[in-house]
């Protein structure tokens, strides 16, 4: 164990926040859940060019073309959160549809997709889920039936986030409806104007609609559009799954989440009592803070496994399970600090921090239930981990 | 950047491990608990040859000079085998004397204590964990009068560290005059712990206040947290071994999801735990500013997640989980002794919040 830096990585730390300091009237956040504007668009394009975002993805795909090494990046994340600077777009077509393409697209999808991504030209939304295939994907029905050299999509996806705003639409159908159901989708491509879409929005209990539903009537796409091959899809989804549930649990984030907690407990009184000096709540800040160091070394040990190239077994199975319920809890505590002033939402005198307390605390469930819920993570470390047996299957009814 | 133990460190904590297996098997362990006469002689023996009383004594007086993390990974695997020893007194008597003592004390005491020679306890517990019952030491004219409560390996201990109520340490050796010991047996059977009383025993000041005390007490903090760990990794193991072999309805219970989501909430939060006492460990030798606060968080948090293991792993025995049949018990009351001694978690977290200057 020896957690110095070498003068190396010292002097890459060193070059990142220079840059960040010479650039910091340039900060614009990247897009949420909307489009992102032209501001941000700019930030995207400097951090490329400076080989801070899609940093390892070849020049000629529009990336920076640095080789791999996750120390910097583990840097780059740290200075960057330090300095409070966006990090560029993070979105579902840079996490999920970049690295899918890179594995198994074609030269021309490769070519064609990748670049305008990478700079928030072109926007993407996921259609992966169903009403009935949300934690049994493999279930999903939405079928593609064969027309020429097209296909006619028609069914029904849902919680597909940005999908009002999106220019385009990764999602899985079902080509071959004889075959066994792993085996039977296709990962196809198509532009989310093309006739037969109609998006409604999907409002959750934070009162805003963060996700969509998406309904499909003979959409009309060619064939070439499938990537990684047809009836290979599940294997090609599977092969980006895992980089949206280490997304999920990064406990980089959660830090900054629970300072603004301590600052929270330390200035709001009641009775003229500041809440930290309340022993209760005291207590509670403290166990969350062992948890949050538990995540934090955690997250070094996977990364010290990541880069030695061992698997990090347990340690890399509990961060989406462990880590989205620590930043539920985090937001609960913040919101039994602030007592009555806690239940306020709408803008307004008495409201705090904008009411993202309160949004965080309902969004984070859906988070804890989203991208492989709580239960399905329990089977994942059960079976994979521990070695349990699987339960048994029950006849189909 | 490297967050792993070195191949050196695992192959000592195998080798610890193959040792105790031989010399602290369960059977062993079951008669230490049963005779409360037993001092463990070859238990002792055994850990001597392995150089283990040696552990973070420097090579100068015999000693492996080795780190907090190294004695913390040793402590992880008696916590693994429940070993019939008291560790804590093994490595902070030496760090007292390191840290406050004379030269004269430590060419004096420290070869004997790295050769198994002599063995050592600490009474920090009212200190640490506050007064009980009246008790308490003062310290006047060199010489030590009052109580110390829940000292492990105090029985024994040829020679003792004690803490005054100001927070002072002195030496005293076992067969000073106006010492007397009184056993204190508590859940625990695999270390037995001491009640000492003094009157008017003469005492040698150690240097430093207390600052030498609150590294002891981090050093405590980790070595219980990782005696937790081992335990609490033995009690996983064995809920996920008994699952994989019992039939009910006709199936091994470790197919039915609610057996495997108790199996798995315990991997879930012990693992992230291990990855706390390792830096625990390392932040005392290679951190000291961290060291406190991160000793502190690895004691009670450890506290916490055991408790939940404990219970959980025997639920997933079913009955057999209570009985003394399995032995699991043994693992349930180590990490019970564990979560009291120098502060259960709720004085551990308000140290916590203190320390960080969040509360007064």
């Avoid at chain 1, 400097?46 to 020049?59: E, K, M, S, V």
């Avoid at chain 1, 030209?121 to 064969?146: F, I, M, R």
């Avoid at chain 1, 006619?152 to 220019?167: N, P, Y």
């Amino acid at each position: 164990m020896d957690l110095r830096l070498t003068p190396d990585m010292e002097s890459f730390r060193d070059e990142v926040r220079g840059f960040l300091v010479a650039h910091q009237d340039r900060y614009a956040p990247g897009a949420g859940a909307d489009r992102p504007r032209e501001a941000a668009m700019e930030w995207q394009a400097l951090l490329i060019d400076n080989g801070y975002a899609a940093r390892t993805i070849p020049q000629a795909y529009g990336g920076y073309g640095a080789q791999p090494d996750i120390l910097k990046s583990r840097i780059i994340a740290e200075e960057f959160t330090a300095a409070g600077a966006p990090r560029g777009f993070a979105n579902q077509g840079i996490s999920m549809l970049v690295p899918t393409l890179l594995e198994v697209g074609s030269e021309e999808q490769k070519t064609r997709w990748i670049s305008p991504t990478l700079r928030g030209e072109t926007v993407w939304c996921q259609g992966y889920s169903e009403p009935g295939a949300g934690s049994d994907l493999a279930n999903l029905q939405t079928k593609a039936v064969e027309d020429g050299e097209d296909f006619l999509i028609s069914g029904q996806k849902i919680w597909t986030s940005t999908a009002a705003q999106a220019d385009m639409i990764f999602c899985l159908v079902r080509t071959e409806p004889q075959a066994p159901k792993h085996d039977g989708i296709s990962y196809i491509l198509f532009p989310m104007t093309t006739p037969g879409i109609e998006v409604r929005p999907l409002k959750t209990m934070t009162g805003s609609a963060e996700f969509n539903e998406v309904f499909f009537t003979d959409v009309r796409v060619p064939q070439s559009a499938v990537v990684g091959g047809r009836g290979r899809g599940w294997f090609v989804a599977n092969a980006t799954l895992k980089h949206e549930r280490g997304m999920l649990g990064d406990p980089n984030a959660t830090e900054a989440r629970f300072a603004a907690l301590i600052d929270l407990m330390k200035s709001e009184t009641v009775d003229g009592q500041r809440l930290i000096d309340n022993p209760v709540m005291a207590d509670r800040l403290m166990a969350l803070q062992a948890r949050l160091m538990t995540m934090k070394f955690n997250g070094l040990r996977t990364l010290t496994a990541s880069m030695t190239g061992e698997s990090a077994g347990m340690a890399g199975m509990v961060v989406k399970l462990q880590g989205c319920e620590l930043n539920h809890q985090i937001a609960a505590l913040a919101i039994d600090a602030l007592g009555e002033l806690g239940v306020l939402y709408e803008d307004g005198p008495h409201l705090r921090a904008k009411g993202s307390w309160q949004r965080n605390y309902m969004f984070d469930l859906g988070l804890i239930i989203g991208g492989g819920t709580a239960q399905i993570q329990k089977n994942i470390i059960s079976e994979r981990g521990l070695g349990l047996p699987r339960e048994p299957k029950l006849a189909v009814v | 950047m490297d967050f792993s133990l070195t191949e050196d460190q695992r192959m000592m904590q195998e080798s610890l491990s193959r040792t105790l297996a031989e010399a602290a098997s369960l059977d062993r362990v079951r008669k230490f608990a049963g005779d409360p006469t037993d001092r463990g002689a070859d238990v002792w023996a055994a850990l001597t040859d392995f150089g283990l009383p040696g552990i973070v004594i420097s090579e100068e007086y015999g000693g492996l000079g080795l780190t907090l993390l190294d004695a913390a990974l040793m402590s992880e695997a008696l916590g693994r085998a429940v070993a019939p020893v008291p560790f804590m007194g093994t490595v902070l008597a030496p760090l007292a004397l390191r840290l406050a003592g004379s030269a004269e004390q430590q060419s004096k005491w420290l070869p004997k204590l790295a050769s198994g020679e002599v063995t050592a306890a600490v009474a920090i517990s009212e200190a640490v964990a506050g007064a009980r019952d009246g008790a308490g030491v003062t310290a006047s004219g060199g010489k030590l009068s009052g109580k110390a409560l829940f000292v492990p390996g105090g029985l024994g201990a040829d020679l003792l560290i004690v803490a005054d109520t100001g927070g002072a340490l002195h030496l005293v050796e076992g067969g000073a005059a106006g010492l007397t010991r009184e056993i204190m047996t508590g859940i625990d059977l695999t270390r037995r712990m001491a009640e000492l009383t003094f009157d008017k025993v003469a005492a040698e000041p150690l240097t430093g206040g207390k600052d030498v005390l609150a590294r002891l007490r981090d050093a405590g903090w980790v070595l219980l947290a990782a005696d937790t760990l081992g335990a609490c990794d033995v009690m996983i193991e064995k809920a996920v071994a008994y699952a994989k072999e019992r039939k009910q309805f006709g199936r091994v219970i470790g197919s039915f999801q609610a057996v495997k989501h108790l199996c798995a909430e315990m991997a879930a939060e012990l693992e992230p735990c291990r990855s706390l006492v390792w830096y625990a460990g390392y932040a005392f030798d290679a951190a000291p500013d961290e060291s406190s606060l991160v000793a502190a968080h690895a004691k009670a948090h450890l506290s916490e997640v055991s408790r939940f293991i404990a219970r959980t792993s025997t639920e997933v025995h079913g009955g057999m989980g209570i009985t003394d049949l399995l032995g699991l018990h043994f693992w349930f009351k180590r990490v019970g002794l564990n979560r009291q001694l120098l502060g259960g978690p709720e004085r551990v977290r308000a140290l916590a919040a203190q320390m960080q200057g969040l509360t007064a």
